[in-house]
């Protein structure tokens, strides 16, 4: 099972606004540019994200995750709304017990979005591949896309490109390639 993420952030590393909000992102991304998204969401068949992230994800018109399996990690959210019965799931971790269970039923790509789930995964070194966009804006404070570390975590650059000449987007391997 590959494990992936795939998210933006500010130049000065943040995913939302502090009150959660992500317009400043939704401002940024150039109209009708999904800056590698659809390519990336090709190969996933299931996706974990926290609950902050699926709150805002209830935001959105429709659901965007139709034929993934979706499921959200939270201890503090009580039920799956009844209108995403079938399309959501509720998990109460831990990540590594997540992680295990869907490489036993068959996972082949792993999708992990929102920022404590994303720190929770790679803490546990469970993350095979980084892809992170950096929109030129500085917020100065916010949610942040990373946290501490147990132990520094390498990563080796895989590639860069500028999207509409002002988003910078880096994929980076997590794991030590072969030799």
């Given at each position: ?24 992102l ?132 895989q590639?860069?490109?500028?999207i ?16």
């Amino acid at each position: 099972m590959k494990t992936s993420i795939f998210i933006a952030a500010s130049l000065d590393g943040y995913i939302a606004r502090s009150d959660g909000r992500i317009d400043w992102l939704i401002a940024a991304t150039p109209p009708g540019d999904e800056h590698g998204y659809n390519e990336f969401i090709a190969d996933i068949d299931t996706i974990v994200m926290g609950r902050k992230t699926f709150e805002t994800v209830l935001g959105f018109d429709g659901w965007p995750y139709e034929g993934k399996r979706v499921i959200v990690l939270s201890q503090s959210l009580a039920a799956i709304p009844d209108r995403l019965a079938g399309k959501a799931e509720l998990h109460r971790g831990p990540v590594l017990q997540l992680h295990a269970e869907l490489i036993t039923v068959g996972c082949k790509g792993l999708y992990v979005d929102g920022g404590q789930t994303v720190q929770s995964f790679l803490r546990e070194g469970l993350v095979d591949e980084l892809t992170l966009t950096h929109i030129p804006i500085l917020l100065g404070a916010g949610t942040p896309l990373f946290g501490a570390l147990p132990h520094d975590l390498p990563l080796w650059h895989q590639r860069t490109r500028v999207i509409a000449d002002s988003l910078v987007q880096s994929t980076y391997s997590c794991r030590k390639p072969a030799t």
